[in-house]
Nanobody, 116 residues
Framework: EVQLVESGGGLVQPGGSLRLSCATS????????MSWVRQAPGKGLEWVSS????????YYAESVKGRFTISTDNAKNTLYLQMNSLKSEDTAVYYC?????????WGQGTQVTVPS
């Protein structure tokens, strides 16, 4: 069974940092494409970042470029999202997903709250 389990969310003050983790199982993580997608309160899904885990080529939304870093530990089958200089507009549920354009498996999400 394919599983994605996010962790690391929480409440952080503006300008602070968090690192999200996505532990995966049930598929070949080291030869996959993975994404982070977020959903702010009352809004639709917003793509944040993606990476192919074999060549580790990161892509970022303009809204997070320069502040967020996607990475992987292929030995641990884990995807990360390091978030720095957090802003209130980063408040959202963050989802880890397998795939680039049309993810087929999603985690349950982890809440990130940055008060204004």
């Amino acid at each position: 069974e394919v599983q994605l389990v996010e962790s690391g969310g929480g409440l952080v003050q503006p300008g602070g940092s968090l690192r999200l983790s996505c532990a995966t199982s049930g598929f070949t993580f080291s030869n996959s494409a993975m994404s982070w997608v977020r959903q702010a309160p009352g809004k639709g899904l917003e793509w944040v970042s993606s990476m192919k885990t074999d060549i580790r080529n990161p892509y970022y939304a303009e809204s997070v470029k320069g502040r967020f870093t996607i990475s992987t530990d292929n030995a641990k089958n884990t995807l990360y999202l390091q978030m720095n200089s957090l802003k209130s507009e980063d408040t959202a549920v963050y989802y880890c997903a397998r795939g680039l354009y049309y993810p087929d498996v999603w985690g349950q999400g982890t809440q990130v709250t940055v008060p204004s």
